[in-house]
């Protein structure tokens, strides 16, 4: 079965500080690997997915996360926050043959400060 | 950009009724999804739908759920008699095609809250 494991339910940066959201999975099968954000009365948008291509994905907004196999890992990373990046991030896991269902973290609520 | 819509965006009832929460798949997608998240909790998933049936189910949709595309272009999602415990957001959500780690795109959701 698959899980994912988000450490960190709020993290609070300074605007042009690093991100850092950490995100850690299991799964029985190679994964597939997402990052999702969603605002405050959105739905959830994609901004990035490993597919096990390259394991450096780069996403929008100037995101990217690593793939790393031997630490289970999937970490979101963006250089310099801004304040529109504040919002609540989620990372999923999915696998072959199983509808391609998407097994969520609980998720990082991240706040930028001025 | 085509994107998945979600009616109402929120409805209050009270236990024991009926509610039918409304989604609208992008155009050309095949593979439907309704996900939850009670407050403070996981997206948990739901159902998936294909080809006009379930695919696959979680232990959450029991007897008392029941997904419908009736039409063509809307994708249901029914609870016969709600519970308090039903109180969450529920997303829609699509892909093109599976067979592949697709893209799924999420509606904005329903928060249903019952009474």
């Known amino acids: 079965a698959q899980s994912v494991t988000q450490l960190g339910s709020h993290v609070s940066v300074s605007e042009g500080a690093l991100v850092l959201l950490r995100c850690n999975y299991s799964?029985?099968?190679?994964?597939?690997l997402f990052w999702y954000v969603q605002y405050p009365n959105q739905g959830l948008q994609l901004l990035l997915k490993y597919t096990s291509a390259a394991t450096l994905v780069k996403g929008i907004n100037g995101f990217e996360a690593e793939f790393k196999k031997s630490e289970t890992s999937f970490h979101l990373t963006k250089p310099s926050a801004h304040m529109s990046d504040a919002a609540e991030y989620l990372c999923?896991?999915?696998?072959?043959?199983?509808?391609?269902?998407?097994?969520f973290g609980k998720g990082t609520l991240l706040t930028v400060n001025p | 950009e085509p994107e998945v819509t979600q009616t109402p965006s929120h409805q209050v009832t009270q236990m024991g009724q009926e509610v039918i929460l409304r989604c609208v798949p992008i155009?050309?997608?095949?593979?439907f999804y309704w996900y939850r998240q009670i407050l403070g909790q996981k997206v948990e998933f739901l159902v998936s739908f294909y080809n006009n049936e379930i695919s696959e189910k979680s232990e959450i949709f029991d007897d008392q759920f029941s997904v419908e595309r009736p039409d063509g272009s809307n994708f249901t999602l029914k609870i016969r008699s709600t519970k308090l415990e039903d109180s969450a957001m529920y997303f829609c959500?699509?892909?093109?095609?599976?067979?592949?780690?697709?893209?799924?795109?999420f509606g904005p959701g329903t928060r249903l809250t019952v009474l």
């Open positions: 799964s029985s099968v190679p994964p597939y």
């Open positions: 959500a699509s892909i093109l095609e599976s067979g592949t780690p697709d893209t799924q795109y």
């Open positions: 155009s050309n997608h095949l593979y």
């Open positions: 999923a896991v999915s696998e072959r043959g199983s509808n391609y269902k998407l097994t």
